[in-house]
């Protein structure tokens, strides 16, 4: 029997709930309008399994990360309802697909090697693949083999991963439509813990979604170091000249302001309890960043040059 802290059970318990309710990647993205469910069409049970298979693409890679995309699918078949359901979003992250797939060549141009990808094709229309299996196929339970498929693919990257890395990590990709432009990475940390002091701070990234690597970083950072310390993937960003929250140089979202703390998928795949990959939620805004093909390029080579000084500090991997 495995003894934890009351606690931080309870605490993990309810941060999960916050996040599945409220505080996942939501909203509509720059460029897209939101879509409203005026004409939903009415759930029918299909004649034959729906090909699930063709709506999730995985990439097979040999580095220590695992690279999701949930929110850029590019397909709504119309043999699919439209999910309904109160305080479901259905808007896109606007070009995170092609992000994610430009992220992967830049990493194969850069080190020859490229890290595990995870691509959900499905429209957020269709499929909600940062969620639990109720509120992404808003309870059409003809599509729950595509949840099981997509989480299935992200399982199967990590495993595979794990075969050549002792620890991972797991990005999960998205894009924000706040009025800051700035990247925000979620850890499972809300905005009013980020801005406790660093002391204050300290004993709540026990239990957030990198929370083992805090016990075993090479780096030796932990805490609230491992979160806004100077080798902090935000602070990473900042330096290359993305600001990003938090870091070093914007250690929290001030009161007031958006910000996206972690999803479903930073829950799953994170080591908020125990287990050897940790998770990250990155929210990108828009201009200068994903909009144009020269510009979602521009910022794959950052992305490059940040996680491999991540993996570098903490993991103490370096391409060979
Ligand atoms: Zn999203």
Redesign the pocket.
């Known amino acids: 029997m495995i003894r934890r802290d009351p606690r931080s059970v309870v605490r993990t318990a309810l941060g999960i709930l916050a996040i599945l309710g409220a505080v996942g ?1 939501g909203g509509a993205s720059e460029g897209e309008a939101p879509t409203s469910p005026t004409n939903p069409t009415s759930p029918t049970t299909p004649t034959a399994p729906l090909p699930v298979a063709d709506w999730v693409d995985a990439i097979d890679g040999e580095i220590p990360l695992v690279i999701i995309a ?2 850029g699918g590019d397909l709504a078949p119309a043999e699919l309802p439209d999910r309904v359901c109160s305080g479901c979003v259905t808007g896109n ?1 606007l070009n995170t697909q092609a992000l994610a797939r430009t992220i992967t060549d830049a990493f194969s141009g850069r080190i020859g090697k490229r890290p595990y990808v995870v691509i959900n094709r499905l429209h957020r229309r269709k499929f909600d693949a ?1 969620r639990d299996l109720q509120e992404a196929t808003a309870g059409y339970a003809p599509l729950a083999p595509m949840w099981t498929q997509f989480q299935g693919a992200i399982d199967s990257a990590k495993v595979r991963a794990r075969r050549l890395h002792p620890r991972i990590l797991v990005i999960d990709l ?2 924000h439509g706040h009025t800051i432009q700035r990247l925000e990475l979620g850890y499972q940390l809300s905005a009013s813990e980020l801005r406790l002091t660093d002391a204050s701070l300290t004993p709540l990234v026990a239990t957030s979604s990198v929370a083992q690597l805090g016990r075993v970083a090479i780096s030796r950072d932990s805490g609230a170091v491992l979160i806004r310390g100077v080798r902090s993937l935000g602070a990473r960003f900042a330096a290359l000249g993305i600001p990003a929250v938090p870091s070093d140089v914007d250690p929290a979202p001030l009161a007031g302001q958006d910000y996206f703390n972690g999803g479903f998928n930073t829950v799953r795949h994170g080591s908020s309890i125990t287990g050897p990959s940790d998770a990250i939620q990155l929210e990108s805004h828009y201009t200068g960043l994903r909009d144009t093909a020269s510009n979602r390029a521009g910022f794959a080579e950052v992305f490059v040059t940040a996680i491999l000084a991540f993996l570098r500090d903490h993991y103490g991997w370096v391409p060979a």
Do not use: M
Request: hydrophobic content about 0%; aromatic content about 0%; charged content about 15%.
């Open positions: 990647c949930p929110h992250d940062n998205h894009g």
